[in-house]
């Protein structure tokens, strides 16, 4: 897989899926797209975003900004914004940076929906 940063989104259960396809996620631009891409949608008017990190392995610290940023734009929104399917380094990384108080994390998507949906 290429580590080329790649988004497959999906609606379930009236929450917007991001698939974040890329193994590593270490480029500063790579992080502007994620910030850019979270942020469209909350200003399109999606509620709901559940970030699915599960195919990520690396992470630079510089996508803990690109989510911080998108949380705030859905705070803007009146909007929620959670992760699910964290590597155990990668949980690591948010609990150290705070990230863990900000978002909610599920340990995969099916938990993730289910307390998600229709809220």
Known sequence: ?????????ET???????????????DPQQADTLARH??????????????????V???????FRSFIMAGKKAGEKKAKLAF???????QEGFTITGLTDLFPIYK????ALSKLAGK
């Open 84 to 90: 699910c399917n964290l590597s155990p380094v990668i």
């Open 38 to 55: 979270l942020g469209g949608l909350f200003e399109s008017g999606v509620l709901c975003v559940l970030v699915d990190l599960g195919s």
């Open 57 to 63: 392995q690396r992470l630079s610290s510089i996508f």
């Open 1 to 9: 897989m290429s580590d080329a940063i790649l988004f497959v989104d």
């Open 108 to 111: 995969n998507e099916n938990d």
């Open 12 to 26: 379930r259960q009236d929450v917007k899926l991001v698939h974040v396809m890329a193994q590593r996620l270490l």
